[in-house]
């Protein structure tokens, strides 16, 4: 997708143009005779990172920094499988893992998944799981 035109600093691209699922449907396309016809499929209903790119920007443009770190987040995470999303989630509960484990997976989201902001957010959270006695070092 293009990068929206702008005339002082505001874009001038309706935001439901801007908005597309990870298969590149536009939101207009997500009707329900679509549905009924067969021409969209679960992945259609994905939401793209760029999607998520666009929500984080506007966000921290209102002052909302910790919403637009999450939506970057989330917009990493739109590239791994939800089966992972899922263990990444059992993972940061308490007690479910160890430190070693923990920093073992930021390392994986890093290096190999292309998700660095999420994996500072484990990071910092093993160091807070560790300091309060939450998770074993091992």
Excluded: C, W
């Excluded at 874009?11 to 908005?19: E, I």
Aim: hydrophobic share 40%.
């Amino acid at each position: 997708m293009s990068k929206p035109e702008t005339t002082n600093g505001k874009s001038q691209t309706p935001d439901h143009d801007r908005v597309t699922t990870q298969t590149g449907k536009r939101l207009g396309e997500l009707t329900m005779e679509a549905i009924l016809q067969g021409k969209l499929s679960e992945a259609d209903f994905r939401i793209s990172a760029e999607t998520l790119q666009y929500q984080a920007q506007a966000a921290e443009e209102a002052s909302y920094v910790a919403q637009g770190q999450n939506l970057r987040r989330a917009a990493e995470l739109t590239r791994v499988s939800n089966e992972e999303v899922l263990a990444i989630y059992n993972a940061l509960r308490p007690g479910r893992t160890s430190y070693r484990a923990l920093i073992a997976l930021a390392t994986r989201l890093e290096q190999t998944l292309d998700a660095p902001l999420t994996a500072a957010l484990i990071r910092e959270a093993a160091e807070v799981y560790l300091a309060r006695g939450l998770v074993p070092e091992e």
